[in-house]
């Protein structure tokens, strides 16, 4: 071991156990060696020689520095000698060096970094050969074959992939070597992955996954028909659908056939291609396989497909054309739905995105088919099943702390796509959509006990989304099923009305289709009922009572004349409420937030003030409402003298002199008759 060996272990030292001013000589040591003249070839020797993989990455390292920076600068020589070495090591030239394609696997992808900065500036004007030089040393088996990937994934995440940002120079070389492989030797690549494949799918499956992967990278830019031919494509869906071989090969398989469908190509070209795959094939795999990680992979192929047949419908004119898309779809979309309302799969976004341009192009379609209106009911299901919380979270959520809080924000954000889609199915199928909700709501009803919390706030969380898309004719007068709905929301007294998210979104549905009642106004009393019992104001939860509050207030400037008969029930029913805002214990802290009573009172002010009230019996509610505050005040002033000043002060803040003789006399007089 000499001196630069022992500079390496040194700096990448771990265990603590050294000082820093050690690790930092050892530093400048090893940086003033890579300044030599000399130092590839160094590189190369110890990279031959030693044994250390410390040792082993360090010079990689630098070669992979050095190469970037100053190769344009070496002579004809020593760049000859570097392309030499560097090949001779992944081609395993030399069985001394296989203890380095047998080491660590970020060994062997920072020596497959550095044979792709050797073609970045050499292929193919210098260096035309090195991919042909490749494919004869394939037969040394698995150790070559896996460095033979692990090249082409560094040449895609080094230079083709555009998921990087790139610069002109970049995209310009990146062209440069993709054309040159296209004619030269991309034809011999799939053909070396198809042999691959299927020499060592049943004695070394995790190698074949990682050519899978590889391919699936190439696919977007190669020729197709090197792909989709009688030989590559019955071979992908043979992996997939043979039971024994592992979730991974067959995922690697999947996701090249994903890469197959996705690849750009004119319309018609691409609808023939969708008919060709047969995917129909793969659909038990969705029902019959309960591994997580594959059944994400081919609800991603899936959805990808029926993008994709989607867009053909979209840009091919055609109706023969157009129906053959619609066939494809309806093929898939069952599947779909199934993933969606089963499983938790990271396709879930494109899935929705996709739906909401499936039934957007549906609103072409007049009258809708039969098939059409049972897809969009599936789609309702699946609206259903992915808007409802997780029951886990239950108690974290009605008593909101952090997880509760953390989880309610998550599913407010995720929801909003899932709304839209909603509301884009309302409008594409109003019966249907209005249909589904009652029978959900009725299903929630149906069940008596709280175990059906989520159920339950998932069926009027849909409900209160869908008034979103409703006219105010149509809100008005309870088109299609909106009055029966409208009739069962409050006429409802669910089992689980007692939890917070329940309750609110309860209220929020009444207040959105208030203007209903407008023309219905036998139905006051529900609504008030609705605000004034256990499920609004008088809620055990101190965050439901105060939201009630401040929606009561709204409904009552929206119904005001009509609320008049009801004056006195309502009154009644709030005097323990008021009585609340002005005992002596109802402290600040209670009041915390944007409810302190205001909107009771506001609400109250509203009515007693409606014009068709005379002013008698104004002065009598008034009176009425005024008698407990102004006894407070009397208690809290016969006991001044057992509280200092700021205490007394803090007591009847609010009660100023001005305000009730000043500002409004009739007011004042009443404060001073009673």
């Known amino acids: ?21 050690l690790k930092k000589q050892a530093k400048l040591y090893c940086n003033a060696t890579k300044e030599k003249p000399s130092i590839c070839r160094l590189c190369i020797e110890k990279l031959c020689f030693s044994n250390l993989v410390q040792v082993q990455f360090w010079c990689l390292q630098t070669l992979h520095e050095v190469i970037r920076t100053r190769y344009l600068t070496m002579t004809l020589d020593e760049r000859h000698m570097i392309r030499g070495s560097v090949f001779s090591i992944v081609c395993l030239e030399d069985k001394n060096l296989t203890r380095i394609l047998e080491g660590p696997a970020f060994i062997k992808n920072k020596l497959a970094q550095v044979l792709i900065t050797l073609i970045y500036f050499d292929y ?30 560094a040449l895609d995440d080094e230079l083709i992939s555009l998921d990087y940002p790139r610069t002109p120079e970049e995209l310009t070389v990146a062209s440069r070597v993709k054309d040159a492989m296209r004619q030269q030797c991309v034809s011999q690549i799939v053909r070396a992955w198809y042999d691959i494949v299927s020499m060592y799918r049943n004695s070394d499956q995790e190698l074949c996954t990682s050519v899978l992967d590889s391919m699936r990278r190439y696919i977007s830019w190669i020729d197709i028909g090197l792909i989709v031919n009688d030989a590559f494509i019955p071979l992908l869906f043979d992996l997939i659908l043979v039971g024994h071989l592992s979730d991974q090969l067959r995922g690697a398989a999947i996701r090249c056939l994903l890469a197959v469908v996705s690849k750009r190509m004119e319309p018609q070209s691409k609808l023939s291609l969708l008919q060709s795959l047969h995917i129909s094939r793969l659909l038990r795999l969705v029902t019959e396989n309960g591994d997580a990680e594959m059944v994400a992979d081919i609800a991603a192929l899936l959805t990808g497909y029926a993008v994709e047949a989607l867009d053909c419908f979209k840009r091919i004119n055609s109706e023969d054309a157009k129906g053959i898309s619609m066939e494809l779809l309806s093929e898939v979309l069952p599947s779909i739905f199934y993933v969606m309302k089963n499983f938790e799969v990271d396709a879930t976004f494109n899935i929705i ?18 098939k059409q209106l049972l897809q969009l009911g599936q789609i309702l299901e699946v609206i259903l099943v992915l808007i409802r919380y997780d029951p886990a979270y239950r108690s974290n959520l009605d008593v909101m702390d952090k997880i509760g809080k953390e989880e309610e924000d998550r599913m407010v954000e995720f929801r909003k796509d ?25 299903s929630a009803v149906s069940r008596s006990s709280n175990s059906n919390v989520e159920e339950v706030e998932g069926a009027l969380s849909l409900l209160y989304a869908l008034g979103e898309s409703i006219s105010e004719e149509a809100m008005k007068t309870g088109s299609g099923l909106l009055s029966e709905l409208v009739i069962m929301l409050l006429s409802t007294k669910f089992p689980c009305h007692s939890n917070r998210l329940v309750a609110l979104v309860y209220l ?53 004349m009509k609320l008049v008969p009801f004056i006195e029930t309502i009154l009644q029913s709030l005097q323990d409420t008021v009585a609340q805002f002005t005992i002596m214990n109802y402290t600040a802290e209670e009041l915390s937030g944007s409810e302190d009573g205001s909107h009771i009172f506001e609400a109250i002010g ?46 009847i803040a609010g009660f100023s002199e001005r305000l009730v003789t000043a500002s409004r006399p009739a007011i004042g007089l009443m404060f001073k008759q009673l």
Request: charge should be negative; hydrophobic fraction near 45%.
């Open 1 to 21: 071991m000499d001196d630069l060996d022992k500079a390496i272990l040194i700096m990448f030292d771990e265990s603590g156990a050294l000082d820093d001013d």
């Open 124 to 153: 193919p004007l210098v260096w035309s050969s090195v991919f042909v030089d490749f494919f004869p040393h394939l037969s040394k088996g698995n150790v070559v074959i896996d460095m033979f990937c692990r090249v082409l994934n």
């Open 353 to 370: 995105q996709f739906l909401s341009g499936y039934v957007a192009i549906l609103k072409s379609f007049t009258p809708l088919r039969e």
């Open 418 to 442: 899932l709304f839209v889609l909603l509301r884009t199915v309302g409008r594409v199928a109003p019966d249907v959509t209005q249909m589904f909700i009652r029978n959900s709501l009725a």
């Open 508 to 560: 929020e549905t009444v207040t959105r289709y208030i203007k209903f009642i407008q023309d219905n106004t036998q139905y006051i009393p529900m609504v008030l009922a609705a605000f004034l019992d256990e499920r609004g104001i008088h809620h055990s939860n101190i965050n439901v009572s105060r939201r009630a509050s401040y929606l009561f207030m709204r409904v009552v400037k929206l119904l005001k």
């Open 606 to 651: 509203l009515l007693i003030g409606t014009e068709d009230i005379q002013p008698e019996k104004q002065s009598d509610y008034l009176s009425s409402l005024l008698s407990p505050l102004c006894q407070q005040v009397e208690a809290l002033l016969i006991n001044a003298k057992l509280l200092n000043a700021e205490e007394a002060n803090a007591k």
